[in-house]
């Protein structure tokens, strides 16, 4: 009689995996490949430059510039340059206030888990600077 070789754990939540993805619905496979284009398409003439700043980035360089603002305006209207200043000081605590409204978001973020265990993902290794920080992730690692 052939003895039953009983399956890990680990093949266990795989097969738990692979039936989990086979019983996905043809539709919503479907869908998912409409979502995601294959091949990125190209944009040309003015509308292929986008400037996009984080919101409290762009909250912070607003400020500045209202507050260079006020300045340049002072002589002219001193009513004008104290509102520049006013609004260039809310534009300034704005990301402050906002984080508090969120909640205690202040500690640290608490490590992805799965199954129990936490999952330590490598950095992104886009462009020189983040070779360097995969290295250092690396030797870290090491012992």
Do not use: C
């Not at 070789?5 to 496979?29: D, F, G, H, Y």
């Not at 209202?66 to 340049?72: D, G, K």
């Not at 508090?100 to 886009?126: K, N, Q, T």
């Amino acid at each position: 009689m052939p003895q039953e070789r009983r399956s890990s754990r680990l093949e266990e939540q795989i097969l738990e995996i692979l039936e989990k993805a086979e019983r996905e619905p043809r539709w919503r496979r479907w869908l998912r490949r409409l979502r995601r284009p294959r091949f990125p398409v190209p944009r040309r003439g003015l509308h292929s430059l986008h400037l996009s700043l984080p919101g409290n980035t762009a909250l912070l360089a607003g400020a500045f510039l209202l507050a260079l603002l006020a300045v340049l305006v002072r002589d002219w209207s001193r009513t004008l340059a104290i509102v520049l200043a006013i609004v260039s000081l809310l534009s300034f605590f704005a990301p402050v206030v906002r984080q508090l409204a969120r909640g205690p978001g202040w500690g640290p973020d608490e490590p992805r888990r799965w199954r129990g265990r936490d999952i330590v993902l490598p950095p992104a290794r886009r462009g020189i600077v983040g070779w360097f920080r995969y290295q250092w992730w690396r030797l870290r690692r090491r012992w």
